[in-house]
């Protein structure tokens, strides 16, 4: 991969784990009646009656941030999983910045 490849696919990167550092962080900061009311908006109807990969994630991270995982279990079985994804790219990206500004000093 040539240079200004990896620079833009890393742009990305940064730019797409600064918006999902809203997804781990708002939880923390916004009250959970505020948090459950503005999620409504995004409510999706399925169909078949079957819920989708995200159905109950606010709630589940609403209960990881109290740290209460087993609720957040039962919202969502892959919302624990998630959160430590998001979780270890939040860290490597302060890693990858964090060396990035010792190396051009």
Same mark, same amino acid.
């Given at each position: 991969m040539?240079?200004?490849a990896?620079?833009?696919l ?9 918006? /999902?550092?809203?997804l781990?962080i708002?939880?923390? /900061?916004?009250?959970?009646?505020t948090?459950?009311?503005?999620s409504?908006?995004?409510k ?6 079957e819920t989708?990969a /995200?159905c109950?994630?606010t709630?589940a991270?609403a ?11 039962i919202?969502n079985?892959g919302?624990?999983?998630?959160y430590?994804? /998001? ?13 990035r500004m010792?190396t051009?000093?």
């Amino acid at each position: 991969m040539d240079r200004h490849a990896r620079r833009t696919l890393t742009a990305a990167w940064l730019v797409a784990s600064a918006m /999902l550092s809203f997804l781990f962080i708002t939880p923390y /900061l916004v009250p959970e009646k505020t948090l459950f009311a503005a999620s409504e908006a995004f409510k999706v109807p399925h169909r078949s009656g079957e819920t989708c990969a /995200l159905c109950g994630m606010t709630r589940a991270f609403a209960a990881i941030a109290r740290g209460d995982f087993a609720a957040a279990r039962i919202y969502n079985r892959g919302s624990v999983a998630f959160y430590g994804v /998001l979780l270890a790219n939040q860290l490597v990206v302060a890693f990858f910045l964090i060396r990035r500004m010792h190396t051009r000093r």
